[in-house]
């Protein structure tokens, strides 16, 4: 391979890596007329702030300023500048939960494929397509479709080289769900964007969860330490901060669990009006998913990177670290996450 070949693949990485991203939003798709801003991108920090990165380089470095200061480094026009503002705003750069709120600001990006995981995410995900492919397939055939465990697997069977079975199929479906023959299709595409959303979101959790039980066992001993315990305030925000990580992620495992029970209940009885309200209920909860999901694993993310392992640093340097990274904007998380389970109808969690 030569170095060209390297260079675009590894920047084909990259971009798939920046669609993919939860904390990230390459500017490039966003409608702006400065083409300086093409190459740069919003990142959230560990507080939850979001910077304009300008310039990223392996040997320079990055060069990240505020939305505010983005006209300090380069010729931008009002306009721009109210929609870097906006976007600046968003709690999640995920793309299901970006799709909404692009609209609500009216942001319109006209290379839709923006807003789709890459290739190489969704065949990532493809662990999880057992459990949403296999029960819509046995409701609707029954058993003898064992084989079955993708949309795109499940398309094959109307695309039967036998035309006469896969008319069946199409038949044995449209009877069974109420859904006109000629609709089945793009049913099948919305179905799979539904459970490829709650596939992502669960992946992002489950990634960071190893980080999390380190983290809740590194910050219990910090409590323990004598510098922490002779000082109150330092006693309590450390407490506070284990406190609001535990229930963040007890809270996302259970609204994701609630998210299973709703693709449950839709098996029972499918059907054009309960694919709806399931849908319904999972996308209005993408913006706060993402937003709850961002701030977890940005913060633990620059934690890991911080402390590798348990015996790096000491308690003063951690308990700095707790106070000025972790501290700051939990209660906001925790605010949201909290809004949505009051949405979705669900009790407090227990900490």
């Known amino acids: 391979m030569s ?15 920046d669609k993919d991203a939860i904390d990230r939003l390459p500017l490039a798709n966003i409608p702006l007329a400065s083409s300086a801003l093409k190459g740069a991108k919003l990142i959230k920090n560990a507080r939850m702030e979001t910077s304009v990165e300008i310039h990223s380089d392996p040997l320079s470095g990055s060069l990240q300023v505020s939305p505010d200061a983005v006209k300090d480094f380069m010729k931008t026009s009002a306009r721009d500048q109210a929609i870097i503002n906006s976007l600046a705003g968003l709690h999640s750069f995920d793309v299901y939960s970006l799709r909404s709120s692009l609209k609500k600001l009216g942001v319109e990006v006209e290379n839709t494929d923006a807003l789709e995981l890459s290739d190489d995410m969704k065949e990532g995900l493809s662990i999880y397509s057992m459990e ?37 199929n199409l038949k044995i479906m449209a009877e069974k769900t109420g859904i006109p023959l000629a609709e089945i299709p793009t049913f099948l595409e919305e179905y799979s964007d539904v459970f490829l959303s709650v ?8 990634s960071v969860v190893p980080d999390v039980d380190r983290f809740l066992f590194w910050v219990q001993d910090l409590r323990a330490r004598r510098d922490t ?11 506070e901060v284990e ?8 809270s996302i495992r259970e609204r994701l669990a609630q998210f299973q029970y709703v693709f449950e209940t839709f098996w029972k009885d499918i059907n054009v009006a309960t694919f709806h309200q399931m849908r319904q209920q999972i996308e209005e909860n993408h913006a706060s998913m993402g937003s709850v999901l961002c701030g977890l694993i ?16 000491g308690p003063s340097t951690r308990l700095k670290f707790v106070m000025t990274e972790l501290e700051p904007g939990l209660d ?20």
């Open 3 to 17: 170095k060209k070949e390297k260079n675009d693949q590894q920047a084909d990485q990259n971009k798939n890596a």
């Open 132 to 168: 949403f492919i296999q029960p819509l397939v046995e409701k609707i055939f029954g058993q003898g479709y064992e084989g079955v465990h993708s949309v795109e697997g499940l398309q094959k069977i109307f695309k039967d080289p036998d035309i006469a079975k896969a008319r069946q």
């Open 332 to 351: 906001k998380l925790k605010a949201l996450e909290i809004e949505a389970r009051k949405r979705l109808g669900m009790k407090p969690v227990t900490i």
């Open 298 to 313: 940005v913060k633990m993310h620059l934690w890991k990177k911080e402390f590798p392992d348990n015996n790096v640093g």
């Open 243 to 250: 406190e609001m990580i535990r229930f963040l992620s007890n």
């Open 229 to 239: 315990s002779a000082s109150p305030k330092a006693a309590t925000q450390c407490k």
């Open 199 to 206: 596939a992502y979101y669960r992946y992002g959790f489950e």
